[in-house]
């Protein structure tokens, strides 16, 4: 048992609908030292990749890849699920479907902040159906970058996300990934 996964153990909970509340310490209140465990074991399974940005998805995802870019000693873009009068110019834009919020949104980020040049990981803190992430490699691919891997907290092994993402070719590595999940028993087992 990893890091990670003795603390969903310890402090997360298991909600009827395959939710997996681990707001105590990674999707509300953040506990730093943990990020920083997980920013140093993605710098370490990603220490062959060229990164020189990271992606994720406002708004759970911003404080991982944060901490995770320190180790990786580059910028963090994320996209945002709506667009301000402070975004000037053009944009990159896909629809989001999210599993948690029941809601569609449409993700945007600026053109000036991601293009050929670049060579992405992107980082957030689930992955469920893979909506988030197809999205995140639609603009990514529509900027003429690369992706240069995906870095998820944690996974729902269960549901089709990961299979589909590993199946389309990306390098997909998850720190805990969920096998099954009992809201009766509270419980869940991992990978």
């Known amino acids: 048992m990893n890091f990670l996964e003795k603390r969903i153990l310890d402090e997360g909970s298991v909600l009827p609908g395959n939710v997996l509340k681990v707001d105590k310490f990674l999707n509300h209140q953040l506990d730093i030292s943990l990020l920083k465990q997980m920013g140093e074991e993605w710098k370490k399974r990603f220490q062959d990749a060229e990164v020189n940005k990271i992606l994720t998805i406002e708004a759970s995802g911003i404080g991982i890849a944060c901490i995770a870019a320190e180790y990786?000693?580059?910028?963090?873009?994320?996209?945002?699920?709506?667009?301000?009068?402070?975004?000037?110019?053009?944009?990159?834009?896909?629809?989001?479907?999210?599993?948690?919020?029941?809601?569609?949104?449409?993700?945007?980020?600026?053109?000036?902040?991601?293009?050929?040049?670049?060579?992405?990981?992107?980082?957030?803190?689930?992955?469920?159906?893979?909506?988030?992430?197809?999205?995140?490699?639609?603009?990514?691919?529509?900027?003429?970058?690369?992706?240069?891997?995906?870095?998820?907290?944690?996974?729902?092994?269960?549901?089709?996300?990961?299979?589909?993402?590993?199946?389309?070719?990306?390098?997909?590595?998850?720190?805990?990934?969920?096998?099954?999940?009992?809201?009766?028993k509270g419980v869940c087992t991992f990978r």
């Open 72 to 184: 990786f000693d580059v910028p963090v873009v994320f996209a945002k699920k709506s667009k301000s009068i402070n975004i000037e110019g053009d944009v990159y834009m896909a629809e989001v479907e999210s599993f948690t919020h029941k809601t569609v949104n449409r993700v945007i980020v600026s053109k000036r902040f991601l293009g050929p040049e670049d060579k992405v990981l992107i980082i957030d803190d689930f992955l469920a159906n893979g909506c988030a992430l197809k999205g995140l490699i639609q603009i990514t691919e529509e900027a003429g970058a690369k992706v240069s891997g995906i870095g998820i907290a944690i996974e729902k092994g269960f549901q089709q996300g990961g299979k589909m993402i590993r199946d389309m070719g990306y390098r997909l590595e998850s720190l805990a990934i969920v096998e099954s999940m009992d809201p009766e």
